[in-house]
Protein backbone atom coordinates (compact mmCIF):
# COMPACT_ATOMS: atom_id res chain seq x y z
CA UNK A 1 0.00 0.00 0.00
CA UNK A 2 0.87 3.22 -0.98
CA UNK A 3 1.39 5.82 2.61
CA UNK A 4 -0.86 8.33 2.65
CA UNK A 5 -0.77 12.06 4.04
CA UNK A 6 -3.51 13.05 6.17
CA UNK A 7 -6.95 13.01 4.56
CA UNK A 8 -8.32 16.47 3.83
CA UNK A 9 -11.86 17.13 2.55
CA UNK A 10 -13.11 14.28 3.42
CA UNK A 11 -16.36 16.11 4.20
CA UNK A 12 -16.47 16.89 0.02
CA UNK A 13 -16.88 13.05 -0.62
CA UNK A 14 -19.34 12.50 2.04
CA UNK A 15 -21.38 15.73 0.77
CA UNK A 16 -21.02 14.46 -2.89
CA UNK A 17 -22.69 11.41 -1.73
CA UNK A 18 -25.54 12.58 0.20
CA UNK A 19 -26.49 14.90 -2.21
CA UNK A 20 -26.41 11.98 -4.97
CA UNK A 21 -28.47 9.83 -2.51
CA UNK A 22 -31.02 13.26 -2.47
CA UNK A 23 -31.26 13.09 -6.14
CA UNK A 24 -31.81 9.61 -6.43
CA UNK A 25 -34.79 9.64 -4.19
CA UNK A 26 -35.93 12.96 -5.00
CA UNK A 27 -39.63 12.41 -6.44
CA UNK A 28 -40.12 12.88 -10.48
CA UNK A 29 -43.34 12.76 -12.29
CA UNK A 30 -44.36 9.18 -13.73
CA UNK A 31 -42.46 9.80 -17.31
CA UNK A 32 -39.04 11.10 -16.45
CA UNK A 33 -38.84 8.48 -13.97
CA UNK A 34 -36.83 6.10 -16.65
CA UNK A 35 -34.83 9.09 -17.15
CA UNK A 36 -33.09 9.84 -13.87
CA UNK A 37 -29.41 9.07 -13.91
CA UNK A 38 -27.60 6.87 -12.00
CA UNK A 39 -26.15 9.63 -9.33
CA UNK A 40 -24.35 7.28 -7.48
CA UNK A 41 -22.54 4.97 -9.82
CA UNK A 42 -21.47 8.45 -11.53
CA UNK A 43 -20.26 10.03 -8.41
CA UNK A 44 -18.61 6.68 -7.74
CA UNK A 45 -16.81 6.53 -10.98
CA UNK A 46 -15.47 10.24 -10.56
CA UNK A 47 -13.89 9.46 -6.74
CA UNK A 48 -12.56 6.19 -8.32
CA UNK A 49 -10.96 8.02 -11.06
CA UNK A 50 -9.55 10.85 -9.63
CA UNK A 51 -9.20 10.23 -6.34
CA UNK A 52 -7.97 6.02 -5.96
CA UNK A 53 -6.43 6.22 -2.74
CA UNK A 54 -9.84 7.41 -0.60
CA UNK A 55 -12.82 6.39 -2.40
CA UNK A 56 -12.53 2.45 -3.85
CA UNK A 57 -14.60 -0.94 -3.43
CA UNK A 58 -15.15 -0.47 0.27
CA UNK A 59 -16.56 2.99 -0.10
CA UNK A 60 -18.69 1.77 -3.15
CA UNK A 61 -20.06 -0.56 -0.95
CA UNK A 62 -21.37 0.97 1.88
CA UNK A 63 -23.20 3.37 -0.42
CA UNK A 64 -24.61 0.78 -2.29
CA UNK A 65 -25.93 -0.56 1.39
CA UNK A 66 -27.22 2.77 2.10
CA UNK A 67 -28.83 3.27 -1.86
CA UNK A 68 -30.30 -0.69 -1.02
CA UNK A 69 -32.11 0.78 2.37
CA UNK A 70 -33.28 4.02 0.40
CA UNK A 71 -34.82 2.50 -2.68
CA UNK A 72 -36.49 -0.75 -0.64
CA UNK A 73 -34.26 -3.48 -2.65
CA UNK A 74 -32.46 -6.45 -1.24
CA UNK A 75 -29.27 -5.31 0.79
CA UNK A 76 -26.38 -6.41 -0.69
CA UNK A 77 -27.94 -5.49 -4.65
CA UNK A 78 -26.52 -1.99 -5.33
CA UNK A 79 -23.62 -2.59 -3.22
CA UNK A 80 -22.75 -5.49 -5.52
CA UNK A 81 -23.19 -3.11 -8.80
CA UNK A 82 -21.46 -0.56 -7.26
CA UNK A 83 -18.88 -2.63 -6.38
CA UNK A 84 -18.18 -3.50 -9.54
CA UNK A 85 -18.32 -0.21 -10.69
CA UNK A 86 -15.84 1.30 -8.33
CA UNK A 87 -13.74 -1.97 -9.55
CA UNK A 88 -13.58 -1.27 -13.38
CA UNK A 89 -12.51 2.34 -12.51
CA UNK A 90 -10.42 2.01 -10.44
CA UNK A 91 -8.87 -0.34 -12.93
CA UNK A 92 -8.70 1.49 -15.98
CA UNK A 93 -8.46 4.68 -13.96
CA UNK A 94 -5.03 6.03 -15.26
CA UNK A 95 -5.63 5.33 -18.91
CA UNK A 96 -9.43 7.02 -18.24
CA UNK A 97 -8.25 10.14 -16.79
CA UNK A 98 -6.32 11.13 -20.05
CA UNK A 99 -8.85 10.25 -22.16
CA UNK A 100 -11.03 13.18 -24.43
CA UNK A 101 -14.00 14.03 -22.85
CA UNK A 102 -16.13 12.04 -25.21
CA UNK A 103 -14.05 8.36 -24.72
CA UNK A 104 -14.75 9.41 -21.11
CA UNK A 105 -18.90 9.47 -21.83
CA UNK A 106 -18.45 5.81 -23.94
CA UNK A 107 -16.29 4.13 -20.62
CA UNK A 108 -19.03 5.17 -18.28
CA UNK A 109 -21.81 4.47 -20.23
CA UNK A 110 -19.82 0.88 -20.23
CA UNK A 111 -18.90 1.23 -16.27
CA UNK A 112 -23.06 2.20 -15.78
CA UNK A 113 -24.00 -0.54 -18.05
CA UNK A 114 -22.23 -3.45 -16.01
CA UNK A 115 -23.94 -1.77 -13.67
CA UNK A 116 -28.02 -1.45 -14.68
CA UNK A 117 -26.95 -5.08 -15.86
CA UNK A 118 -26.17 -6.24 -12.61
CA UNK A 119 -29.51 -4.99 -10.69
CA UNK A 120 -31.79 -6.22 -13.94
CA UNK A 121 -29.84 -9.74 -13.25
CA UNK A 122 -30.43 -9.32 -9.47
CA UNK A 123 -34.13 -8.34 -9.99
CA UNK A 124 -34.68 -11.11 -12.41
CA UNK A 125 -33.59 -13.61 -9.68
CA UNK A 126 -36.11 -12.32 -7.55
CA UNK A 127 -38.55 -12.52 -10.31
CA UNK A 128 -39.33 -8.90 -11.09
CA UNK A 129 -38.85 -8.15 -14.58
CA UNK A 130 -40.49 -5.54 -15.08
CA UNK A 131 -38.89 -2.62 -17.68
CA UNK A 132 -36.48 -4.68 -19.36
CA UNK A 133 -36.70 -2.69 -22.04
CA UNK A 134 -36.41 0.69 -20.22
CA UNK A 135 -32.75 -0.06 -18.17
CA UNK A 136 -30.58 1.07 -20.61
CA UNK A 137 -32.13 4.64 -21.10
CA UNK A 138 -30.54 5.98 -17.43
CA UNK A 139 -27.05 4.45 -18.28
CA UNK A 140 -27.19 6.45 -21.94
CA UNK A 141 -28.91 9.90 -19.77
CA UNK A 142 -26.13 9.51 -17.24
CA UNK A 143 -23.04 9.06 -19.85
CA UNK A 144 -24.77 12.19 -21.61
CA UNK A 145 -24.80 14.29 -18.23
CA UNK A 146 -21.23 12.97 -17.62
CA UNK A 147 -19.06 15.94 -18.98
CA UNK A 148 -20.91 18.34 -16.74
CA UNK A 149 -20.78 15.92 -13.73
CA UNK A 150 -16.77 16.11 -14.25
CA UNK A 151 -16.84 19.88 -14.35
CA UNK A 152 -18.65 20.51 -11.38
CA UNK A 153 -17.08 17.41 -9.54
CA UNK A 154 -13.71 18.41 -10.03
CA UNK A 155 -14.37 21.88 -9.00
CA UNK A 156 -15.56 20.78 -5.98
CA UNK A 157 -12.42 18.71 -5.45
CA UNK A 158 -9.54 21.00 -6.39
CA UNK A 159 -11.74 23.88 -4.35
CA UNK A 160 -11.67 22.61 -1.10
CA UNK A 161 -8.26 20.46 -1.80
CA UNK A 162 -9.86 16.95 -1.12
CA UNK A 163 -7.08 14.36 -1.33
CA UNK B 1 3.83 13.82 -4.23
CA UNK B 2 1.37 10.77 -5.04
CA UNK B 3 1.99 12.10 -8.59
CA UNK B 4 5.69 11.34 -8.93
CA UNK B 5 4.44 7.50 -6.82
CA UNK B 6 2.34 7.55 -9.01
CA UNK B 7 4.36 7.56 -12.73
CA UNK B 8 6.41 4.93 -11.21
CA UNK B 9 3.57 2.39 -12.11
CA UNK B 10 4.73 1.06 -14.85
CA UNK B 11 1.56 -0.32 -16.16
CA UNK B 12 -1.39 1.50 -17.34
CA UNK B 13 -4.01 -0.74 -15.96
CA UNK B 14 -2.99 -0.75 -12.78
CA UNK B 15 -4.59 -2.73 -9.96
CA UNK B 16 -2.86 -1.59 -7.41
CA UNK B 17 -5.69 0.55 -5.45
CA UNK B 18 -8.24 -1.42 -6.49
CA UNK B 19 -6.71 -4.97 -4.27
CA UNK B 20 -8.29 -7.49 -6.29
CA UNK B 21 -8.48 -9.41 -2.66
CA UNK B 22 -10.30 -6.75 -1.22
CA UNK B 23 -12.89 -6.35 -4.44
CA UNK B 24 -13.41 -10.18 -4.38
CA UNK B 25 -14.07 -9.77 -0.61
CA UNK B 26 -16.45 -7.16 -0.99
CA UNK B 27 -18.38 -9.02 -4.08
CA UNK B 28 -19.00 -12.32 -1.79
CA UNK B 29 -19.83 -9.81 1.25
CA UNK B 30 -22.54 -8.16 -0.82
CA UNK B 31 -23.92 -12.31 -2.54
CA UNK B 32 -24.15 -13.15 1.10
CA UNK B 33 -25.84 -10.03 2.26
CA UNK B 34 -28.48 -10.86 -0.51
CA UNK B 35 -28.58 -14.54 -0.50
CA UNK B 36 -29.34 -13.79 3.75
CA UNK B 37 -31.70 -11.15 3.55
CA UNK B 38 -33.56 -12.95 0.79
CA UNK B 39 -33.37 -16.18 1.95
CA UNK B 40 -34.25 -15.26 5.66
CA UNK B 41 -35.15 -12.06 6.08
CA UNK B 42 -33.19 -11.88 8.89
CA UNK B 43 -31.35 -8.91 8.94
CA UNK B 44 -33.77 -6.62 10.95
CA UNK B 45 -30.70 -4.78 13.30
CA UNK B 46 -28.80 -3.97 10.19
CA UNK B 47 -31.47 -2.28 8.12
CA UNK B 48 -32.84 -0.60 11.58
CA UNK B 49 -29.60 0.93 11.40
CA UNK B 50 -28.87 1.62 8.01
CA UNK B 51 -32.68 3.05 8.11
CA UNK B 52 -31.35 5.39 10.87
CA UNK B 53 -28.55 6.69 8.64
CA UNK B 54 -30.51 7.78 5.90
CA UNK B 55 -33.32 9.09 7.75
CA UNK B 56 -32.20 12.38 7.34
CA UNK B 57 -32.42 11.85 3.27
CA UNK B 58 -35.82 10.80 3.64
CA UNK B 59 -36.64 14.13 5.65
CA UNK B 60 -34.33 16.65 3.19
CA UNK B 61 -35.89 15.26 -0.07
CA UNK B 62 -39.61 15.04 2.01
CA UNK B 63 -39.29 18.57 3.04
CA UNK B 64 -40.29 20.88 0.18
CA UNK B 65 -43.33 18.99 0.65
CA UNK B 66 -44.42 19.01 4.38
CA UNK B 67 -43.69 22.44 3.95
CA UNK B 68 -45.69 23.44 0.89
CA UNK B 69 -48.71 21.33 3.21
CA UNK B 70 -47.95 23.39 6.04
CA UNK B 71 -47.51 26.66 4.43
CA UNK B 72 -51.03 26.46 3.18
CA UNK B 73 -52.49 25.24 5.91
CA UNK B 74 -51.00 28.40 7.50
CA UNK B 75 -51.90 30.39 4.92
CA UNK B 76 -55.61 29.17 3.70
CA UNK B 77 -58.08 32.40 4.13
CA UNK B 78 -61.09 32.19 6.73
CA UNK B 79 -63.14 31.91 3.58
CA UNK B 80 -61.74 28.72 1.90
CA UNK B 81 -61.72 27.46 6.07
CA UNK B 82 -65.29 27.51 6.33
CA UNK B 83 -66.17 26.37 2.89
CA UNK B 84 -63.81 23.25 3.92
CA UNK B 85 -65.86 23.15 7.31
CA UNK B 86 -69.11 23.52 5.68
CA UNK B 87 -68.18 20.68 3.20
CA UNK B 88 -66.86 18.22 5.84
CA UNK B 89 -69.73 18.44 8.42
CA UNK B 90 -72.23 17.85 5.17
CA UNK B 91 -69.93 14.97 4.67
CA UNK B 92 -70.10 13.84 8.29
CA UNK B 93 -73.75 14.14 8.53
CA UNK B 94 -74.65 11.51 5.35
CA UNK B 95 -71.62 9.66 6.83
CA UNK B 96 -73.48 9.39 10.33
CA UNK B 97 -76.76 8.04 8.11
CA UNK B 98 -75.39 5.80 6.49
CA UNK B 99 -73.54 4.37 9.51
CA UNK B 100 -76.84 4.11 11.24
CA UNK B 101 -77.68 1.64 9.03
CA UNK B 102 -74.56 -0.08 8.67
CA UNK B 103 -74.91 -0.73 12.59
CA UNK B 104 -78.27 -2.64 11.85
CA UNK B 105 -76.93 -4.63 8.71
CA UNK B 106 -73.70 -5.63 10.94
CA UNK B 107 -76.12 -6.76 13.82
CA UNK B 108 -78.09 -9.06 11.13
CA UNK B 109 -74.94 -9.83 9.49
CA UNK B 110 -73.52 -10.78 13.01
CA UNK B 111 -76.64 -12.78 13.62
CA UNK B 112 -76.58 -14.56 10.13
CA UNK B 113 -73.30 -15.50 10.69
CA UNK B 114 -74.03 -16.66 14.30
CA UNK B 115 -76.69 -19.21 12.55
CA UNK B 116 -74.44 -20.41 10.27
CA UNK B 117 -72.02 -20.68 12.82
CA UNK B 118 -69.49 -18.66 10.23
CA UNK B 119 -66.57 -16.99 11.71
CA UNK B 120 -67.19 -13.40 12.83
CA UNK B 121 -65.83 -11.01 10.67
CA UNK B 122 -62.16 -8.95 11.44
CA UNK B 123 -62.71 -5.84 13.04
CA UNK B 124 -59.87 -3.45 13.95
CA UNK B 125 -58.43 -0.18 14.62
CA UNK B 126 -56.74 2.06 12.10
CA UNK B 127 -54.08 4.90 12.67
CA UNK B 128 -53.38 6.99 10.15
CA UNK B 129 -49.91 7.47 8.17
CA UNK B 130 -48.59 9.95 5.20
CA UNK B 131 -46.25 8.62 2.68
CA UNK B 132 -43.39 9.93 2.41
CA UNK B 133 -42.82 11.55 -1.11
CA UNK B 134 -39.68 9.46 -2.13
CA UNK B 135 -39.22 7.97 -4.89
CA UNK B 136 -38.21 3.93 -4.83
CA UNK B 137 -36.88 1.70 -6.59
CA UNK B 138 -38.95 2.42 -9.96
CA UNK B 139 -39.09 -1.27 -11.22
CA UNK B 140 -40.87 -1.94 -7.77
CA UNK B 141 -44.48 -0.65 -6.12
CA UNK B 142 -43.00 0.59 -2.78
CA UNK B 143 -43.87 3.78 -0.85
CA UNK B 144 -42.40 4.89 2.44
CA UNK B 145 -44.53 5.95 5.24
CA UNK B 146 -43.82 8.28 8.23
CA UNK B 147 -44.88 5.30 11.09
CA UNK B 148 -42.40 2.96 11.98
CA UNK B 149 -41.92 0.37 14.50
CA UNK B 150 -41.88 2.81 17.24
CA UNK B 151 -45.57 3.44 16.34
CA UNK B 152 -46.27 -0.16 17.02
CA UNK B 153 -46.07 -0.67 12.95
CA UNK B 154 -45.43 -4.80 12.19
CA UNK B 155 -44.07 -6.74 9.34
CA UNK B 156 -46.81 -7.88 7.28
CA UNK B 157 -49.72 -5.19 8.64
CA UNK B 158 -52.37 -4.46 6.42
CA UNK B 159 -52.10 -0.89 5.02
CA UNK B 160 -55.67 0.56 3.39
CA UNK B 161 -56.62 4.26 2.51
CA UNK B 162 -60.14 6.03 2.54
CA UNK B 163 -60.86 3.30 -0.36
CA UNK B 164 -59.57 0.25 0.02
CA UNK B 165 -56.07 -2.25 0.55
CA UNK B 166 -53.35 -0.01 -0.41
CA UNK B 167 -50.80 -2.69 0.45
CA UNK B 168 -49.12 -4.37 3.29
CA UNK B 169 -45.53 -3.35 5.48
CA UNK B 170 -42.94 -5.16 3.88
CA UNK B 171 -40.34 -3.67 6.47
CA UNK B 172 -40.73 -1.96 9.68
CA UNK B 173 -37.71 0.37 10.80
CA UNK B 174 -37.77 2.20 13.74
CA UNK B 175 -38.74 5.86 11.85
CA UNK B 176 -40.40 4.69 8.69
CA UNK B 177 -41.82 1.72 7.22
CA UNK B 178 -41.94 0.23 3.80
CA UNK B 179 -45.09 -0.65 2.26
CA UNK B 180 -45.44 -2.97 -0.53
CA UNK B 181 -48.42 -1.44 -2.55
CA UNK B 182 -50.93 -4.47 -3.82
CA UNK B 183 -49.67 -3.38 -7.42
CA UNK B 184 -46.40 -4.70 -6.45
CA UNK B 185 -45.62 -7.23 -9.53
CA UNK B 186 -44.51 -9.26 -6.76
CA UNK B 187 -47.41 -9.58 -4.90
CA UNK B 188 -50.70 -11.50 -4.78
CA UNK B 189 -53.27 -11.12 -2.47
CA UNK B 190 -56.48 -13.76 -1.86
CA UNK B 191 -59.44 -11.91 -3.11
CA UNK B 192 -63.04 -12.83 -3.88
CA UNK B 193 -65.57 -11.35 -6.55
CA UNK B 194 -67.92 -9.43 -3.88
CA UNK B 195 -71.63 -10.41 -6.15
CA UNK B 196 -70.36 -14.03 -6.58
CA UNK B 197 -68.40 -14.90 -3.71
CA UNK B 198 -66.13 -16.58 -6.47
CA UNK B 199 -62.38 -16.92 -5.12
CA UNK B 200 -59.42 -16.25 -6.92
CA UNK B 201 -55.71 -14.58 -6.79
CA UNK B 202 -55.06 -10.74 -7.94
CA UNK B 203 -51.73 -10.23 -8.54
CA UNK B 204 -49.67 -6.78 -9.56
CA UNK B 205 -48.40 -5.94 -13.16
CA UNK B 206 -46.41 -3.17 -14.36
CA UNK B 207 -49.02 -0.84 -14.10
CA UNK B 208 -49.20 1.13 -10.79
CA UNK B 209 -53.59 0.88 -10.65
CA UNK B 210 -53.98 -2.45 -11.78
CA UNK B 211 -54.49 -6.10 -11.27
CA UNK B 212 -54.21 -8.97 -12.97
CA UNK B 213 -56.89 -11.64 -11.89
CA UNK B 214 -54.56 -15.10 -13.88
CA UNK B 215 -57.12 -17.72 -12.55
CA UNK B 216 -60.43 -16.87 -13.90
CA UNK B 217 -61.91 -19.63 -16.08
CA UNK B 218 -63.96 -18.84 -19.11
CA UNK B 219 -66.82 -19.83 -17.61
CA UNK B 220 -66.61 -17.79 -14.09
CA UNK B 221 -70.09 -15.40 -13.98
CA UNK B 222 -68.13 -12.17 -13.74
CA UNK B 223 -68.57 -8.62 -15.19
CA UNK B 224 -66.94 -5.49 -15.53
CA UNK B 225 -67.06 -3.57 -12.40
CA UNK B 226 -67.60 -6.22 -10.30
CA UNK B 227 -65.75 -5.45 -6.77
CA UNK B 228 -63.31 -7.54 -5.77
CA UNK B 229 -62.37 -7.94 -1.85
CA UNK B 230 -60.38 -9.51 0.62
CA UNK B 231 -61.07 -13.16 0.96
CA UNK B 232 -58.64 -13.42 4.50
CA UNK B 233 -57.49 -16.62 3.15
CA UNK B 234 -53.69 -16.41 3.74
CA UNK B 235 -53.80 -14.77 6.99
CA UNK B 236 -52.59 -11.65 5.69
CA UNK B 237 -55.25 -9.27 5.22
CA UNK B 238 -58.41 -8.62 6.99
CA UNK B 239 -61.99 -10.48 4.69
CA UNK B 240 -63.99 -7.61 3.44
CA UNK B 241 -62.18 -4.98 2.50
CA UNK B 242 -62.13 -3.69 -1.21
CA UNK B 243 -59.36 -4.46 -3.25
CA UNK B 244 -60.63 -3.52 -6.88
CA UNK B 245 -62.76 -3.10 -9.81
CA UNK B 246 -62.67 -4.97 -12.55
CA UNK B 247 -61.71 -2.92 -15.87
CA UNK B 248 -61.76 -5.92 -18.27
CA UNK B 249 -62.91 -9.49 -18.82
CA UNK B 250 -62.09 -11.00 -22.05
CA UNK B 251 -62.86 -14.58 -22.64
CA UNK B 252 -60.06 -16.54 -24.50
CA UNK B 253 -61.42 -20.14 -25.21
CA UNK B 254 -57.57 -21.13 -26.54
CA UNK B 255 -56.05 -20.15 -23.34
CA UNK B 256 -57.40 -22.38 -19.87
CA UNK B 257 -58.03 -19.07 -18.10
CA UNK B 258 -59.46 -15.57 -19.48
CA UNK B 259 -57.91 -12.36 -19.07
CA UNK B 260 -58.84 -10.18 -16.39
CA UNK B 261 -57.71 -7.26 -15.19
CA UNK B 262 -59.10 -4.91 -12.57
CA UNK B 263 -58.30 -1.29 -11.10
CA UNK B 264 -57.32 -0.98 -7.42
CA UNK B 265 -59.99 0.73 -5.12
CA UNK B 266 -57.53 2.28 -3.11
CA UNK B 267 -56.27 5.82 -4.47
CA UNK B 268 -52.26 4.47 -5.55
CA UNK B 269 -50.81 7.32 -7.49
CA UNK B 270 -52.60 9.97 -6.28
CA UNK B 271 -52.92 9.71 -2.00
CA UNK B 272 -50.80 10.96 0.57
CA UNK B 273 -52.93 10.19 3.26
CA UNK B 274 -53.02 5.55 4.42
CA UNK B 275 -54.22 3.82 7.11
CA UNK B 276 -52.61 1.56 8.98
CA UNK B 277 -54.84 -1.81 10.40
CA UNK B 278 -54.24 -3.64 13.82
CA UNK B 279 -56.51 -6.24 13.87
CA UNK B 280 -58.54 -6.58 16.89
CA UNK B 281 -58.02 -10.08 17.06
CA UNK B 282 -55.12 -12.36 15.31
CA UNK B 283 -56.07 -12.75 11.55
CA UNK B 284 -57.32 -16.72 11.19
CA UNK B 285 -54.43 -18.84 9.52
CA UNK B 286 -55.05 -21.75 7.22
CA UNK B 287 -53.27 -24.49 8.29
CA UNK B 288 -51.16 -26.44 5.73
CA UNK B 289 -50.46 -30.18 5.74
CA UNK B 290 -47.31 -30.84 6.69
CA UNK B 291 -44.33 -30.75 4.59
CA UNK B 292 -42.54 -34.09 3.16
CA UNK B 293 -39.73 -32.76 4.35
CA UNK B 294 -38.17 -29.11 6.24
CA UNK B 295 -36.35 -27.52 3.08
CA UNK B 296 -36.29 -24.50 4.55
CA UNK B 297 -36.32 -23.93 8.32
CA UNK B 298 -38.19 -20.07 7.89
CA UNK B 299 -39.27 -18.98 4.88
CA UNK B 300 -39.86 -15.39 4.12
CA UNK B 301 -43.00 -13.90 3.85
CA UNK B 302 -44.32 -13.03 0.64
Known sequence: MRELSAPRGIWVIAASYVLALVLTTWPLPQWAESFRPAWVPLVTVYWCLWLPERVGVIVAFLAGLLVDTLSGTLLGEHALALVLVAWAALWMHLQVRVFPWWQQCVVVAGILALNAFVLFWVDGMLGYTLGAGTRLVPVLVSAAIWPWVLQVMSRAHQRYHVG | MAVFRRQRSPQLFSSRPAGALRTLLMICMSIMLM?????????????????????????????????????????ATHRSLVAENTQLRSQVLQQDAALQQFAALQQENQRLRDLMQAAAQISGRVSEATILSAALDPYRHLVVIDKGSHDGVYEGQTVLDA?????????????????????????????????????????????????????????????????????????????????????????????????????????????????????????PQVELPPKPAPVVKTKKKK
Open chain 2, 35 to 75: VYDHQTGRLKQIHAALATVVWPVQAIVDAPHSLLTWAGDKL
Open chain 2, 163 to 283: FGIVGQVTRADPLASEVTLVSDPGQAIQVEVNRTGLRTLAVGNAELTQLTLPYITNSADLKEGDLIVTSGLGGHYPPGYPVGYITHFERDPAEPFAHVTARTAADLNRGREVLLFWPSQPL
